[in-house]
C-alpha cells in the first residue's frame, strides 16, 4: 500500500503580480518568487536544500542551470516541465524528498516570461508531435484542439455554452476579490455569450489569457514548519497519472479517473467532505472533466452538475476561488500552481473578500501538456488545514 504524506506541510503561498506581457527573462520572474518566499518565511536562503522549479521559457536553462542564477545549493533538485500538471507533482515529489530526509525545506517555483510573439513560439515548438503532426496542417494552438474537445463534448453530453458560461461568470466574481486578477470588470452570461468568436464553439471568455508571472510554495515537514512558526497546510493525499486512456479515439477523461479512490483513501476522505475545488481551467470544458473523473459527479452528469450549483467562493460548490487561470491569467507553467497557492491561502484564512467558510479540506486538481486531441498529464492532491 502507498505511504501516507503523514507530517508534510505546504506553506508560505506567493503569487508574483502577473502582467500581460514582459520584457523580462523567466529567471527574473522566478528569482522574485524566491524572494517572496524568503522574506514570507523569515528563513534564509540557505536554509532551502531543495528546489523544483516548472517554466517552459527558461530555456536553455533547467533547475540545474537556475540554481547558478540564485545563488543555491540544493542537495535535492528537480525540473517538472508538465504545465498544467506541474503544481500537484512538484508537491508530490517534495513531500517524498521531505519524508526521505533528502531535503528540509523544498521551494517549488513556477514561472514564465510572456513578450508579444514569445506564446505562439513556445506552441510552435511544444512537442515533436504538435511541431510535426499538427502545424503542417494549419490547426495550432491550444484554441483549435479544445475547441475540438469542447464540440464533442457537447454533442455527446447535451451541455451549452450557457453551462460552460455559469462557470466563466462566477469565476469571474471571486477574481474580483483577488488583488492579483489581471481581468478586473464584472463578466455577465450576456457578454460571455455575445463575445467574439475564437474557434467553433468557443468564444472569446473560453479562452484562457496568456501572461508573464510567478506562483511558489515551500514544502517542509509539520515539526519544522511549527518550530519556524510559519503557518501551513497539511498535505493528506495526492496522485498522478499520465497518458491515461490512449486508447479512447476523442478524451473525456484523464487519469483522475482511474485514481481518485486512492486519492480519498490517502486522504480518508470523500469528495463530498471537501471544502473546496480548484480545477485546472484553461478552457471549461476541462473543469467539467475534472469534476467528473475526480466523483463529484458521474460522467456525463458535468452540465447538470452546474445547472444544480452555485460556484462563486460563497456559494454551494466553491470553485477556482482565486478566478482561476480564466481571469487570473496563464502564466505559462504558473498556471498549473495557481490553484494550488490558493487553496494553501483558503485553508489558511488568508483570502480576504473571497474565504470559504470554515474551510477544512481542499481538493486541487491539474491537467496539462496538451497535444492535438488529448492532454497527457494528471494529478490531483487534497490538502487541510
Known amino acids: 500500500m502507498r505511504k501516507d504524506y503523514e507530517g508534510v506541510a505546504v506553506a508560505v503561498p506567493v503569487t508574483v503580480p502577473y502582467v500581460r506581457y514582459s520584457i523580462r527573462a523567466a529567471h527574473w520572474w522566478l528569482a522574485r518568487a524566491l524572494s517572496s518566499l ?6 534564509k536562503k540557505d536554509d532551502i536544500d531543495g528546489l523544483s522549479v516548472s517554466s517552459f521559457t527558461l530555456a536553455p536553462d533547467t533547475a540545474i542551470g537556475l540554481t547558478q ?24 515529489r517534495a513531500a517524498r524528498a521531505v519524508q526521505a530526509g533528502d531535503a528540509e525545506v523544498v521551494a517549488c517555483l513556477a514561472g514564465d516570461t510572456n513578450h508579444v510573439d514569445s506564446f505562439r513560439l513556445t506552441l510552435a515548438n511544444f512537442s515533436q508531435f504538435a511541431r510535426d503532426a499538427v502545424y503542417p496542417y494549419g490547426a ?11 464540440s464533442y463534448y457537447m454533442r455527446t453530453y447535451g451541455a451549452t455554452r450557457e453551462d460552460f458560461g455559469k462557470l466563466c461568470v462566477a469565476q469571474r466574481a471571486n477574481a474580483l476579490k483577488f488583488p492579483h486578477a489581471l481581468f478586473k470588470k464584472p463578466l455577465s452570461l450576456e457578454e460571455y455569450l455575445s463575445a467574439r468568436p475564437i474557434a467553433d464553439p468557443l468564444h472569446l471568455f473560453d479562452c484562457v ?34 497518458n491515461a486512456f490512449p ?25 463530498s467532505d471537501m471544502s473546496f475545488v480548484q480545477t485546472y481551467d484553461d478552457y471549461p470544458v476541462i473543469s467539467l472533466m475534472q469534476l467528473e473523473d475526480l466523483g463529484f459527479c458521474g460522467k456525463g452528469e458535468g452540465p447538470g452538475f452546474v445547472r444544480h450549483h452555485r460556484f462563486t467562493h460563497d456559494g454551494t460548490f466553491p470553485m477556482n476561488t482565486s478566478g482561476g ?18 487553496a494553501i491561502r483558503q485553508l489558511r484564512g488568508q483570502a480576504p473578500g473571497r474565504q470559504v467558510k470554515d ?27
Request: glycine share 14%; with cysteine.
Open 247 to 271: 486508447s479512447d479515439p476523442v478524451q473525456m477523461r484523464a487519469g483522475w479517473a482511474l485514481d481518485k479512490d486512492e486519492l480519498y483513501r490517502q486522504a480518508g476522505a470523500a469528495s
Open 209 to 242: 489569457m496568456p501572461c508573464a508571472g510567478a506562483e511558489a510554495f515551500l514544502v517542509l515537514s509539520s515539526e519544522r514548519a511549527s518550530s519556524l512558526k510559519i503557518p501551513f497546510a497539511r498535505v493528506l493525499g495526492t496522485i498522478e497519472r499520465h
Open 359 to 385: 474551510a477544512k479540506l481542499g481538493l486541487v486538481s491539474g491537467f496539462g501538456m496538451i497535444n492535438y486531441d488529448r492532454g497527457i498529464a494528471s494529478g490531483a492532491a487534497i490538502l487541510g488545514c
Open 69 to 92: 542564477h540564485l545563488g543555491l545549493s540544493p542537495r535535492w533538485l528537480d525540473h517538472v516541465p508538465y504545465g498544467g500538471a506541474s503544481g500537484v507533482v512538484a508537491l508530490r
Open 325 to 342: 487561470q480564466l481571469s487570473v491569467g496563464q502564466a505559462g507553467a504558473a498556471g498549473g500552481y495557481l490553484g494550488l497557492v490558493e
Open 140 to 150: 495550432g494552438g491550444p484554441n483549435a484542439s479544445f475547441a475540438f474537445l469542447t
Open 38 to 43: 524568503l522574506k514570507d518565511s523569515k528563513i
